[in-house]
């Protein structure tokens, strides 16, 4: 190939950028021209728009990944079952040009009879073994729908999902909790935010430990200002609460803002963690390409 | 006293009863005007228009119960700690008209240096209480917040509060699970009820097992129409994993819609439960008045 064009094409963005050969980001794109957007048909002039230009260039191959391969994107590119490596990704690749665009499947697994997946973080976590070289660990993507990642021997072996990013939007704009606390984020109350991380490990469970919010506004123990921190400290913790087995060590993936509580929160429980920004994307698909060739 | 006017003032409903010395209930009144209804100072007019005729009566008592007694409602009558048997509560009444009458106080605890609250379901547990006849045990009140309630000879130790009903509500109505369910609820669908009941057990904690009510859809193991079923039962069988050391031979208090849920989710691990309905709410007024003779 000669370059590469990634695009990331999520429920409500669409980024893409132009890679050289040897891994070099060329450029960046973004638009606002997520999946959601985009009418039953359109996906090949949405793309064209976006990257027309770089689509021109002879022998380009274009790798979409994310929500466009869904029952709801322009076409379905069916889960890859797990474990699943490079190679798996690779054959599964539903081509919507011969040799020259393809969607990425994501992945699926299933546990005590309940099937799990996710689409587009696949890619984030194969571009992260080839950027740490770390082929086995926990890779923990945060985000509405978190997805904790077990990787062995480069391959995603398992995986689960945690709805926290979506709860607590519910709870801080829905709920009785969200009423308590001003209209506007401030930023992060860290004492507030670490607080409810520690509370989190011993109430047992979110539904009880979230009322933890309204009692202590209530008696004046936590001001205002510093509840959303302090109920974020709480889903994130209950996050990690849950998969007490494995919060050592782990790999973060995704935008700062996030990764950065949740190092905090795993800081606040004594564990260690490492963080990959969007970087993790471009190089995934990256290396996916390379083993095209 | 000739007769108590009992009255239930919650957030959203009022709810009156006449009753006869003898704990009889002669009639019963209830009407849209809850206190979020009501503006400062018009809680007199309020309940002069839903029970002035009995109010005229010479002698006789009315006794609130619920959020009129919040700091929100006609005046704060404050939390009384817990432990709290009848006569604490009867000592912390707040009279807007002396002998005549009177807020009912809600209860407060603490544990983990975390406060909790409740307001209105003591006169229900209380109730529950001289009704069985039962002076020890766990009193379960579910509902938007559902309520633990731990009682030792007659007096009311300690409790939790589980929000359950509101969790449930926000992921029906706002969440990308309610998304995939028919705009209206059927009928309980009990297997998809008892099925989340009992993954709730073995998934750890509700921010990962309620993604199984997407995937499970996603991959056509659950039909549309069972699905908010299905998440009724996870989001009940995870309160009730939470209080898996207290699950047996509790009482359930409430409206049969949600106590038969509650009982129905307790069946299906294995523990039994009884069942009281509104009539708890009149016969704990009833019960505080008399200790007030």
């Given amino acids: 190939m000669t370059s590469l064009i990634a695009v990331d094409w999520g429920t409500s963005s669409l980024?893409?950028?132009r890679i050289a050969a040897d891994g070099t980001v060329?450029?960046?794109?973004?638009?606002?021209?997520?999946?959601?957007?985009?009418?039953?048909?359109?996906?090949?002039d949405v793309l064209q728009e976006t990257c027309g230009d770089w689509l021109a260039e002879p022998s380009s191959l274009c790798l979409v990944s994310g929500m466009a391969g869904s029952r709801q994107g322009w076409r379905e590119a069916p889960y890859c079952a797990c474990p699943a490596g490079f190679a798996e990704l690779a054959r599964s690749l539903a081509w919507v040009e011969p040799q020259r665009i393809a969607l990425v499947p994501g992945l699926s697994c299933e546990s005590d009879g309940v099937p799990d997946v996710l689409r587009g973080e696949e890619v984030q976590v194969f571009g992260a073994i080839d950027l740490l070289q770390q082929?086995?660990?926990?890779y923990v993507l945060p985000g509405t729908h978190s997805k904790w990642v077990q990787v062995a021997q480069a391959r995603v072996q398992s995986f689960a999902t945690f709805m926290s990013g979506e709860v607590y939007a519910l709870l801080r704009q829905h709920s009785i909790l969200g009423r308590m606390m001003p209209a506007e984020d401030g930023p992060l109350a860290e004492d507030a935010f670490t607080q409810g991380v520690r509370y989190a490990q011993q109430s047992g469970g979110l539904l009880r430990s979230a009322f933890s919010a309204r009692t202590l506004a209530l008696f004046d123990r936590l001001p205002a200002p510093a509840l959303a921190s302090y109920l974020s400290g709480l889903v994130i913790g209950e996050e990690l609460r849950q998969r007490s087995d494995a919060v050592d060590a782990?790999?973060?993936?995704?935008?700062?803002?996030?990764?950065?509580?949740?190092?905090?929160?795993?800081?606040?429980?004594?564990?260690?963690?490492?963080t990959l920004g969007p970087e993790a994307t471009w190089r995934g698909l990256w290396a996916l390409a390379r083993t095209l060739e």
Same sequence: chains 1, 2.
């Fill in 26 to 44: 060329l450029d960046q794109r973004s638009s606002a021209r997520g999946i959601l957007t985009v009418p039953a048909g359109g996906f090949p």
């Fill in 135 to 138: 082929r086995d660990g926990v």
């Fill in 15 to 17: 980024r893409a950028a």
């Fill in 250 to 274: 782990v790999v973060l993936i995704g935008a700062p803002a996030l990764t950065q509580r949740y190092a905090l929160a795993l800081r606040t429980l004594g564990c260690t963690s490492r």
